[in-house]
């Protein structure tokens, strides 16, 4: 499928959410933890009970029948979610078949651990934060081409880990040496 396929089908996603009176880009939505605090909540002993907020891009979607995994990957790491038909209802289950990879995603729900131990925030309620109307790069190759790389520098942060740490660390070093001038 070409990228014009791609983001012909994706605009049609975003005009059927409309219809169902779905803001596809919201202008305010409150998280609670990143994905590394609440994988810590489940590090520092047993699930708390209290509801959690996490938002993200959708880095991986699993569907099995009337349950669906997706990963969310936010500034601090990834976090898996859950989703079950009988518990965010049938509206909400429709909307995640019109979710992308890349797109970005809230979700509000409880903390547990799967049976092979992955932290999970099971969703008890779901806000699409921004519809993707292009495809992310590649995973697995990533961007190969150092000229879109140079170019779309938006696009290599969010494709590679590495590069994106590598901003991060010398943003905080900039930010540290401001600051110590600033004194």
């Given at each position: 499928m070409?990228?014009e396929?791609?983001v012909s089908l994706?605009?049609s ?5 409309r ?21 810590a909540l ?10 959690i ?9 699993r ?12 500034t601090?790491?990834?976090?898996q ?10 509206e909400?289950y429709?909307?995640l ?6 797109d970005f995603?809230?979700?509000s ?5 799967t049976r092979?131990?992955e ?5 008890r ?5 921004a519809k993707?109307?292009r ?7 990533g ?5 879109v ?5 938006y ?11 590598t901003?991060?660390v ?5 930010g ?7 004194a």
């Amino acid at each position: 499928m070409g990228e014009e396929e791609i983001v012909s089908l994706r605009k049609s996603k975003l005009e059927r959410l409309r219809s169902r009176g779905i803001d596809p880009y919201p202008a305010r939505f409150r998280r609670t933890h990143t994905a590394q605090e609440a994988v810590a909540l489940l590090t520092d002993g047993p699930a708390p009970a209290d509801a959690i907020t996490v938002a993200g891009r959708v880095t991986a979607m699993r569907q099995m029948g009337k349950a669906s995994f997706i990963d969310l990957r936010d500034t601090s790491g990834r976090i898996q979610t859950y989703f079950r038909r009988d518990v965010i209802g049938q509206e909400a289950y429709e909307t995640l078949r019109e979710i992308d990879l890349g797109d970005f995603l809230g979700v509000s729900g409880t903390l547990f651990r799967t049976r092979s131990g992955e932290p999970t925030v099971e969703a008890r309620s779901i806000t699409l934060l921004a519809k993707a109307l292009r495809a992310p790069p590649e995973k697995w190759h990533g961007l190969q081409d150092v000229e879109v790389r140079y170019r779309q520098r938006y696009l290599d942060l969010a494709a590679n880990p590495a590069v994106r740490e590598t901003f991060l660390v010398r943003s905080r070093a900039i930010g540290a040496i401001r600051r110590f001038l600033d004194a």
